[in-house]
Every structure is written in structure tokens, then in C-alpha cells.
């Protein structure tokens, strides 16, 4: 089945640049995801890129897709403490709207 | 708009209780879905909904139940506790079809915190 494969833990200084990396295995991925989720809240969608892009920009976050390698990363420009949650990559195939979900990575801003 | 809300926030159950986690949802979503987070494990689908009256097994779906007898909600249940379900559980939705276009994004309810001693 598909998997979807993060590290667990970044920690970065304020201001830093962060970059998140994700690996999935679905070769028919037509969506990737990146969603957010904050201390005791529920998750909320980040941002997204088509399986047919190679990078997407929206302020300060940049998401780079080698699709060749099946990677995903998502760049975090002047990092906040605001930004420390845990970010999911995700995927979804064709078919129903099934989406697989990574462990989750931990970033911790330090100020 | 409430968006997605889920009742109760915690709940402490002994092994072999019973206990029905109600999700429900404002947006007059299509599909609906359960999943468990925990530590180092990620999201992990249990069930799904693709609209009222019928539900679906996912990647986990060992000793939960569901039903969707209103599209507006979706109950998970426990007949008989475990601490295996020691978890923190999210209902989210979305719509379907051509509606979910362009990114099948889900909305995800704040989540239920549940342990089994």
C-alpha cells in the first residue's frame, strides 16, 4: 500500500530558514499535501501542489516535488515561533479521496 | 460555522467498556472519516463515509464500529475497550465529487483524547 515517510523531529532558530522532507511510495499520486496542526488543535490544510508541478511559492512557504525520486519538501523562509506545530505531508492517489498521511514532523522554533 | 466539532474532548475508559464518539459537521460534506494519531505513527484511517447510510473500513478498522444515519454526523464505536485504543481520534469531512475540487482538502475537527486503563 502507499506509505509516507517523515523525519519526527526540527528544531530551528528564529529567523532561520526550516525544510521539511517527506518520501512516498504511490507513483499515482495526483496531489500532495502539506497540513499543519497545532498544539491541541486538529489538522488544517497548508498547502498543496499538483503531481505535475515542480515547485509551488506562496509567502513565505516554498514547496519543492522531484517527482522522479518521489520527494516533497516543504522550505519555511524567516521561521517564528508562531510556526512551531507539526506538519504532515500528505497524498492522494487517484480514485475515491482516499489521502495517506505521514508521521508527522515536529518543528520547534527557538527563540 | 462551527466547522468540524467532536463530543467529548477526553474521555478515561476501563478495559472493556463501551463508549460512542459523535463527530458532526456544518459544511454539508459528502465524506466523512475517522482517524487515530499516535506518537511516531501518524494518522491511521479507521473508517469512512462517503454520504449518509454508508461507511467503510480503512487501514485500522479492527474493534471500532460506525454509522452515518445522518450526513451531518458520524459516530465511532467502541463495544468493548482496549488499551490498544489508547489514542487521540479525529473526525474530518469533505466534500465529494466534483465539489472537492481543486484539492480534496479535509476539515478536521479539534479531536478526542482517549485513554484505556
Known amino acids: 500500500g502507499e506509505d509516507v515517510e517523515q523525519s519526527l523531529f526540527l528544531s530551528v532558530r528564529e529567523g532561520d530558514s526550516s525544510v521539511i522532507n517527506c518520501t512516498y511510495t504511490?507513483?499515482?499520486?495526483?496531489?500532495l499535501y502539506w497540513y499543519k496542526q497545532e498544539p491541541g488543535a486538529g489538522l488544517q490544510l497548508l498547502t498543496y501542489i499538483f503531481s505535475n508541478m515542480d515547485m509551488k511559492q506562496d509567502q513565505r512557504l516554498t514547496v519543492l516535488l522531484n517527482k522522479k525520486d518521489k520527494h516533497l519538501s516543504l522550505r519555511i523562509a524567516d521561521t517564528q515561533t508562531g510556526d512551531s506545530a507539526i506538519y504532515f505531508c500528505a497524498e492522494k492517489g487517484g480514485g475515491y479521496q482516499k489521502v495517506t498521511f505521514g508521521t508527522g514532523t515536529k518543528l520547534q522554533v527557538i527563540p | 460555522n462551527a466547522g468540524v466539532t467532536q463530543t467529548p474532548k477526553f474521555r478515561v475508559l476501563k478495559t472493556g467498556q463501551s463508549m460512542t464518539l459523535l463527530c458532526a459537521q456544518d459544511?454539508?460534506?459528502?465524506?466523512m472519516y475517522w482517524y487515530r494519531q499516535d506518537p511516531g505513527m501518524g494518522l491511521r484511517l479507521i473508517h469512512y463515509s462517503v454520504g449518509e447510510g454508508t461507511t467503510a473500513k480503512g487501514e485500522v478498522p479492527d474493534g471500532y464500529n460506525v454509522s452515518r444515519l445522518k450526513k451531518q454526523n458520524f459516530l465511532l464505536g467502541l463495544e468493548s475497550a482496549a488499551p490498544s485504543q489508547t489514542s487521540v481520534y479525529f473526525c474530518a469531512s469533505s466534500y465529494g465529487g466534483q465539489r472537492a475540487l481543486p484539492t480534496y482538502e479535509q476539515y478536521f475537527g479539534p479531536g478526542t483524547r482517549l485513554t484505556v486503563t
Open positions: 459544511m454539508n460534506h459528502e465524506y
Open positions: 504511490d507513483s499515482s499520486s495526483t496531489y
